[in-house]
């Protein structure tokens, strides 16, 4: 059973910075491609990073240079660290893999508010 169980989400001030944490279980770790979507109530879900299994990085514009995708496949764990946070930031963050697009845990709230 696939299973992904977010953390780290919280309330931060704009310029802020948080680390979102997930422990994926249930598939090959590994191997599989890892993302972080967004979602705010009433929007579509918005793909934020990706980090293939060779440790190659995708980002969506509206993040680039801000946030930072990692792995620690020993932990079949993957991170988002963020910065220089904008109250646009403000959504559920969810993590899924690639292969098991529809699968989702609860997501970890992040909130940017000064």
């Known amino acids: 059973q696939v299973q992904f169980v977010e953390s780290g989400g919280g309330l931060v001030q704009p310029g802020g910075s948080l680390r979102l944490s997930c422990a994926a279980s249930g598939f090959t770790f590994s191997t599989s491609t890892m993302t972080w979507y967004r979602q705010a109530p009433g929007k579509e879900r918005e793909l934020v990073a990706t980090i293939g299994s060779s440790t190659i990085t995708g980002y969506a514009d509206s993040v680039k240079g801000r946030f930072t995708i990692s792995r620690d496949n020993a932990k079949n764990t993957v991170y988002l660290q963020m910065t220089s946070l904008k109250p646009e930031d403000t959504d559920v963050y969810y993590c899924?893999?690639?292969?098991?697009?529809?699968?989702w845990g609860q997501g970890t709230q992040v909130t940017v508010s000064s």
């Open positions: 899924g893999a690639r292969a098991y697009f529809g699968s």
